[in-house]
């Protein structure tokens, strides 16, 4: 972690949808076994999910049994916990097209 980045704790569901579809790039097979713990600021024992993006660090809130109903209730999700082909092609092409205006070649 570079320390020159801002370190942000949210919960998910808080979370922009873009921040959303990079995670679920980075942890496509759930996010249960790539949970870490840290004390907050009030001294209370938390785990989250660590995310890194250029501009900032997260450590995204949650539980083990958070972890799992959110791959559980997400669509973009099979049985198993993994992200499928489909979701991850409209993701990755969602995320390719970030700031980039559609060409109408009529």
Do not use: C, H
Request: charged residues 40%; glycine residues 6%.
């Amino acid at each position: 972690m570079s320390s020159s980045k801002p370190r942000v704790v949210k919960d998910y569901d808080s979370l922009d949808t873009n921040i959303q579809e990079q995670i679920k790039l980075e942890y496509p097979y759930g996010f249960e076994d790539n949970l870490v713990s840290f004390t907050n600021a009030a001294g209370q024992r938390v785990s989250a999910l660590p995310f890194e993006t250029d501009e900032k660090y997260y450590l995204v809130r949650m539980t083990m049994a958070e972890a799992q109903a959110i791959i559980e209730d997400d669509d973009d999700y099979d049985d198993e916990g993994n992200l499928t082909d489909e979701a991850k092609e409209g993701i990755e092409d969602r995320q390719d097209g970030e700031g980039e205006e559609e060409i109408d070649e009529d």
